[in-house]
């Protein structure tokens, strides 16, 4: 499936925020490796696109039009005390999701619970710690995805699939 890049305008049919050139340009300024395939970082930033929607609910404002695919642009939105413009997508936004296709391409986003129990997880870079009863289906807690994304987030509590997360921000 083609990416449908959502601009600001709201795209008929948008699933991704960020491109192929984009993603990548993110990943090797920061030494992290993508699938070579291009379409293989458009399914990733498919997957961080659903993650992203799956984090709806804690974006400050609300979607411009009802019926537009993905939950950005938005309005009001403020960004380091500043409102940012109706119909535009922050560049952290597209960082983000970058950061989640990354993510995307060492485990799923979006497990069902159903594998190993999670004993411990990271603050930093991306640290999980297992139970031992031997099932696998690895999860990761996107910790710097969502550290980029927290500004566009309510206040300083946000939802990740029902796990709440604080983060310690001035608005």
Do not use: W
């Amino acid at each position: 499936m083609a990416l449908i890049i959502e601009d600001g305008s709201i795209v008929e049919n948008a699933n991704s925020f960020a491109t192929v050139a984009e993603c990548r340009a993110f990943a090797t300024a920061r030494g992290l490796e993508l699938p070579a395939d291009d379409a293989d970082v458009e399914t990733l930033l498919i997957k961080a696109a659903d993650f992203i929607l799956s984090l709806e609910s804690g974006f400050q404002g609300y979607r411009e039009d009802a019926e537009q695919d993905l939950p950005f642009p938005r309005y009001p939105v403020t960004l380091f005390g500043e409102e940012i413009a109706e119909g535009t997508i922050p560049k952290i936004l597209k960082h983000g999701q970058c950061r989640l296709a990354y993510d995307a391409s060492l485990a799923d986003l979006q497990a069902t619970g159903a594998g190993r129990v999670v004993k411990k997880e990271g603050v930093g870079p991306l640290s999980v710690e297992y139970g031992d009863d031997m099932a696998s289906n690895p999860q990761v807690t996107p910790t710097a995805a969502l550290s980029i994304l927290a500004p566009l987030f309510n206040y300083e509590t946000y939802g990740t699939g029902g796990q709440g997360i604080n983060i310690c921000a001035d608005r």
